[in-house]
């Protein structure tokens, strides 16, 4: 059994995916803070997994960097499969892939997918 206090993989994985997603905004841990309601110490520990985040405020910490919760879990993995059976940049292009409001874009997409598929390495 681990210790309590030992750090879970999923905890660690969530907070890494946190932590990148408020880089990629341009946020600080002061700023991301001000935004949830806790201090940037309180996002530091969640984001180096000292702290476990609550469902409440993870749903809250995804609509401000502007993420779904799904992509705060990617590369959680339970057991020996991820979650979905799919990589998370599979899971990735496929949320946005049905934003894109043009059949004819979609349908380009596809060929691109397809096109560097056949590629050789």
Known sequence: MKPENERNEIDVAVGRNIRHARERRGLSQRQLGEMIGVTHQQVQKY????DRISASRLAVTARFLGCSI????AGVHVGLKRTSGYSAEALAV???FDRI?????RA???ELVASLTSEEG
């Open 70 to 73: 799904n992509k705060l879990f």
């Open 101 to 105: 409001p043009s059949a004819e874009k």
């Open 47 to 50: 984001e180096s997994a000292g």
């Open 94 to 96: 496929a949320a946005l």
């Open 108 to 110: 380009s997409v596809v």
